[in-house]
């Protein structure tokens, strides 16, 4: 009797384990320009724009895929989408994709390994159906939300702090320069200031710009990792 009591309840831990086990595969999209793509799988646009773009826990099976070239407008919110490419890929559980688009001919490259890692969740609130296209993901910060936005950081003691607050105040938000460089200024260290910059470069509307923000870095690194974004 014990035996089958011990025997039932293995077999429950089994199956919730199972049952709780993630499957799937994952892929990874960028453009061989490297320039700000966002993406479609299965008629859903995903709420992000990026040059990189995650997808983790994809079902197994057949996926229609459209990748578009994002150019954000420089005055009003919003992005510019030109589709670079629209195809179709058969994924397998386990197993990881790196699928980089050439925007000039309008192809994918597709390279498969292992998977190992977990990112943006296909089935997660990350995703949108296709008909809010259209709809403000990145508004431009205002002149009244930036100078709200400096007092708030300055309400912070420490840099991780301010860090912390300046993302959580830049997320759906537009900037330029100009304001980038107004909200750095407020940081003690340097490695924040990168940080910072890192974080929210693809929501920087002019990014030939930023080079104007070298003067506020000394380290060659902290330059060097600038010109590299």
Do not use: W
Request: aromatic content about 10%.
């Amino acid at each position: 009797m014990k035996s089958t009591l011990l025997l039932l309840c293995f077999m429950s831990l089994f199956c919730a384990f199972a049952q709780q086990k993630k499957e799937g595969s994952i892929m990874r999209f960028h453009a061989s320009d490297n320039c700000l793509i966002k993406l479609k799988i299965d008629n859903r646009f995903f709420n992000k724009i990026a040059r990189t773009i995650t997808v983790a826990e994809i079902p197994e099976g057949k996926h229609s895929i459209q990748v578009y070239q994002a150019e954000p407008f420089s005055t009003r919110p919003g992005e510019k989408l030109t589709e670079i490419y629209n195809g179709s890929i058969r994924t397998y559980d386990a197993v990881q994709y790196t699928c980089t688009v050439d925007p000039f001919i309008n192809s994918m490259d597709v390279k498969e390994k292992e998977a190992s890692e977990v990112f943006y969740s296909y089935s997660g609130q990350n995703a949108m159906h296709s008909e809010k296209v259209n709809s403000k993901i990145f508004s431009l910060l205002s002149a009244a939300e930036l100078a709200q936005f400096k007092v708030s950081l300055n309400e912070q003691n420490t840099d991780v702090e301010k860090l912390k607050k300046a993302l959580e105040l830049s997320s759906a938000k537009q900037l330029n320069t100009v304001q980038v460089e107004e909200i750095i200024k407020l940081f003690l260290f340097e490695s924040t200031r990168l940080d910072y910059i890192k974080n929210i470069h693809s929501q920087i509307v002019d990014k030939e710009n930023i080079k104007v923000l070298k003067s506020y870095f000394e380290l060659n690194s902290s330059k060097d990792a600038l010109d590299a974004l």
